[in-house]
Antibody, heavy 113, light 107 residues
Framework: EVQLVETGGGLVQPGRSLKLSCVAS????????MYWIRQAPGKGLEWVSS????????YYPDSVKGRFTISRDNAENTVYLQMNSLRSEDTATYYC??????WGQGVMVTVSS | DIRMTQSPASLSASLGETVTIECLAS??????LAWYQQKPGKSPQLLIY???SLADGVPSRFSGSRSGTQYSLKISRPQVDDSGIYYC?????????FGGGTKLELK
């Protein structure tokens, strides 16, 4: 059974940083692209980042480009999202995903002073 | 970026009345389309992938179809438990893009 468990969320002040982790199990982690998707409170879904199998290629929307960095550790079956220069509009639940099929339960990030 | 136009934004239907939700892609996405159901406080749950394939454990009353760049989710004889918000997602090209969501209320 595929499991994706996100951690690292919480309350952070604007301009500060936060790093999310997602530990994967139940599949061969190193064979899959991984993704982060977010959902602001009461809003729709937004793709945040993608990373290929060896971590050599990463992708971001303009809304987070230059501030967020996705990375992975295939030995630890973990994907990360380093979030810098956080803004109030980054407040959301962040989901880790293995393709379109398997998503984690999400972790809440609140950016507020 | 590929735009996914989802309709309707909200829908109220009677139990047993077939419901159809649509997503129109701004260009061909070659059936790289998934449908999700989300209930309050929960993560989105996959219903359909590759436009027409039913995800594991999803009741057969859910079905997906494609006509050109128009994708549809049909719920036949919906149950009360099918209330929620439904989203489509195209994964053909980066950035992935979602439809705006359809809030389904069953009465």
């Amino acid at each position: 059974e595929v499991q994706l468990v996100e951690t690292g969320g919480g309350l952070v002040q604007p301009g500060r940083s936060l790093k999310l982790s997602c530990v994967a199990s139940g599949f061969t982690f190193s064979s899959y692209w991984m993704y982060w998707i977010r959902q602001a409170p009461g809003k729709g879904l937004e793709w945040v980042s993608s990373i290929n199998t060896d971590g050599g290629s990463t992708y971001y929307p303009d809304s987070v480009k230059g501030r967020f960095t996705i990375s992975r550790d295939n030995a630890e079956n973990t994907v990360y999202l380093q979030m810098n220069s956080l803004r109030s509009e980054d407040t959301a639940t962040y989901y880790c995903a293995k393709g379109t099929v398997d998503w984690g339960q999400g972790v809440m990030v609140t950016v507020s002073s | 970026d590929i735009r996914m136009t989802q309709s309707p934004a909200s829908l109220s239907a009677s139990l047993g009345e077939t419901v159809t939700i649509e997503c129109l892609a701004s260009e061909d996405i070659y059936s790289n389309l998934a449908w999700y159901q989300q209930k309050p406080g929960k993560s989105p749950q996959l219903l359909i992938y590759d436009a027409t394939s039913l995800a594991d454990g999803v009741p057969s009353r859910f079905s997906g179809s494609r006509s050109g760049t128009q994708y549809s989710l049909k719920i036949s004889r919906p149950q009360v438990d099918d209330s929620g918000i439904y989203y489509c997602l195209q994964s053909y090209s980066t950035p992935w893009t979602f439809g705006g969501g359809t809030k389904l209320e069953l009465k």
